[in-house]
C-alpha cells in the first residue's frame, strides 16, 4: 500500500529505488507516529471530521499497534512503502472506511517530521541521561584518585605535573558543555509541525495547539512553511551536537588508548575488558575505546553530511529529505550504546602508581621551579633563564611537591563546583 497511489502502476525499479530501505528505518519512529496518529484523530473529532463513535473505534487499535511498534520484533512487511501506510491499512483492514480517514488533514510530510521530532526529543533525553551517569562515574573516579599525581603533557612532551583528579573532572567539566548543547537542540525538535501538512496547512479547521498540548511539545512551529523547513534543520542542529559529544568522548578514549600502552603506563583495565592477538599472547587491546574513538570520529562527520544534502534547498518539500532519516537516526542510537559501554568500562579503570622518579620525568617540575625562584624575589625572566641554564648544563634538581592552591588546579580540583555547575544544566 501507498498513501500516494492513484490507481496507475510504478516501474518496479523506480519503487525499489525511492523507498529505498525506509521500512527498516521507520522501525524506530513506529510508536510516535502511531502517537501523532492518536493526537491527530483526537483533534479531528474535535473538529467534527470524525464521530465519537469511530473515534471510540479509533484508539484501542492505535493502542494495539503502539504496543507493537515499540517492540523488538515489530517489522514493515514489503507490502507497505512504510510506517505511514502500514498503520493506515492495518486501521483500514480492521475498522473500515473509519480506517481510511485517519489521513485527513495530514501529509506524509508533516507525519514524518512530527515521527521524527517526537523520536529525536525522547532520544536526546535518553543522551542527557546517559551523559549525566558518565559524568557521575567520572567525578566518583576524580574524588577517588585525586591525589594521585599523573604527568602532564604538551605537544606529547612531558611537561608539568598533573593528576588523576584533573583528567577524570576535566572530561566531566567538558560533559557540561555537551549537555548545554544537548538541552538547546532539545528546545529545537521541541515543537510540533503536526497540521503544517505537505507545507502550506490545510483548508480544514484543525486545531494545531490541541495536538500540540496532547502530544506534550513544549510549543508550536506556527509557520507552516517553517515547520515544513524544520526538516533537515533539526538534524543539522542534532548532527552538530551530537559531533561535539563525540569529540569528548574520541579524545577521552585517546587519552586511555595512549594511557593503557606500555610506554605510559598509568591505566589498566580487567582482562575481561580487553582483547588479545590471534598471534601475540601477551597482548591486551583496548578494542572497546579504539571502537569509540572511530564510532564517535564516525558520528562527528555526520553534521557535514547533513550540510551538505540539505544546503541551498529551496523552501518547501523535496524528497532530498529522506536520505536524512538513515545515518541521523544510526547516530542517536549508536551514541546511546557508546555512552552506556564507555560508563560501564571507565568505571573499571586500574590507576597504576606511577614512579616520578624515572628520569623522564626529571623536567616535570621545571616550572614550580621557576615559580619558587620568582617568590624568592627574582622576576619571572631572570628566573626562566637561571632554571633554563640548569636544564641546559644537566645541573637541574627538580624539588617536588609544591602545592597548587587555585582554583581548578592540582590540589583544588573544584570537584563540588563542576558538580553543582552540572545540576544548574540539569533542571
Same mark, same amino acid.
Given at each position: ?88 491499512? $492495518?486501521? @483500514? =483492514?480492521?475498522?473500515?472506511?473509519? %480506517?481510511?480517514?485517519?489521513?485527513? *488533514? !495530514?501529509?506524509?510530510? #508533516?507525519?514524518? &517530521? ?120 533539526? $538534524?543539522? @542542529? =542534532?548532527?552538530?551536537?551530537?559531533? %561535539?559529544?563525540?569529540?569528548?568522548? *574520541? !579524545?577521552?578514549?585517546? #587519552?586511555?588508548? &595512549? ?169
Amino acid at each position: 500500500m501507498k498513501l500516494w497511489e492513484k490507481g496507475t502502476n510504478i516501474d518496479d525499479k523506480i519503487m525499489e529505488f525511492t523507498v529505498g530501505n525506509d521500512r527498516e528505518i521507520d522501525v524506530h519512529i513506529a510508536k510516535y507516529d502511531v502517537r501523532a496518529t492518536r493526537a491527530h484523530v483526537k483533534m479531528l473529532q474535535k473538529i467534527g471530521i470524525l464521530t465519537q463513535e469511530e473515534l471510540d473505534s479509533l484508539l484501542p487499535e492505535l493502542d494495539v499497534l503502539e504496543e507493537k511498534a515499540a517492540s523488538e520484533d515489530f517489522v514493515i512487511e514489503p507490502e507497505y512503502e512504510d510506517i505511514h501506510s502500514k498503520i493506515e491499512a $492495518e486501521l @483500514t =483492514l480492521i475498522l473500515g472506511d473509519t %480506517g481510511k480517514k485517519v489521513h485527513t *488533514a !495530514r501529509s506524509r510530510n #508533516d507525519q514524518v &517530521l512530527v515521527a521524527l521530532q517526537l523520536y529525536f526529543k525522547e532520544n536526546i533525553q535518553g543522551i542527557k541521561e546517559r551523559t549525566f551517569s558518565l559524568f557521575e562515574t567520572l567525578l566518583q573516579l576524580a574524588e577517588t584518585h585525586k591525589d594521585q599525581l599523573l604527568p602532564g603533557y604538551t605537544h606529547l612532551q612531558v611537561a608539568m605535573p598533573s593528576s588523576f583528579g584533573l583528567w577524570f573532572s576535566a572530561y566531566a567539566e567538558l560533559l557540561i558543555d555537551d549537555m548545554i548543547m544537548l538541552n538547546a537542540t532539545q528546545k529545537v525538535v521541541d515543537q510540533n509541525p503536526l497540521g503544517s501538512a505537505a507545507g502550506y496547512g490545510s483548508s480544514f479547521p484543525i486545531n494545531r495547539e490541541y495536538t500540540t498540548v496532547e502530544l506534550d511539545f513544549q510549543t508550536l512551529k506556527y509557520n507552516v512553511v517553517a515547520a515544513q523547513m524544520s526538516r533537515g534543520k533539526s $538534524e543539522r @542542529t =542534532l548532527a552538530s551536537t551530537l559531533g %561535539g559529544l563525540a569529540n569528548t568522548l *574520541a !579524545r577521552f578514549a585517546m #587519552d586511555i588508548c &595512549l594511557y593503557m600502552s606500555q610506554n605510559f603506563g598509568f591505566v589498566s583495565f580487567p582482562d575481561a575488558l580487553t582483547t588479545g592477538s590471534s598471534i601475540m599472547p601477551h597482548k591486551k587491546n583496548p578494542d572497546v575505546f579504539e571502537l569509540i574513538r572511530g564510532k564517535c570520529n564516525k558520528i562527528q562527520a555526520l553534521s557535514t553530511e547533513m550540510i551538505l544534502i540539505t544546503n541551498n534547498l529551496p523552501s518547501g518539500y523535496h524528497r532530498d529529505y529522506q536520505v536524512l532519516k538513515e545515518n541521523t537516526i544510526s547516530a542517536v542510537e549508536t551514541m546511546k550504546d557508546i555512552l552506556e559501554i564507555f560508563d560501564y568500562s571507565i568505571a573499571q579503570v586500574q590507576v597504576k602508581a606511577i614512579d616520578l622518579q624515572d628520569e623522564k620525568y626529571k623536567y616535570l617540575f621545571t616550572v614550580d621551579s621557576i615559580n619558587d625562584l620568582v617568590m624568592d624575589g627574582k622576576t619571572f625572566r631572570e628566573a626562566y633563564q637561571i632554571i633554563g641554564k640548569e636544564v641546559e648544563s644537566g645541573n637541574y634538581s627538580p624539588k617536588k611537591g609544591k602545592n597548587h592552591t587555585h582554583m581548578g588546579s592540582i590540589h583544588n580540583p573544584g570537584l563540588e563546583q563542576i558538580r553543582m555547575k552540572m545540576k544548574h544544566f540539569t533542571k
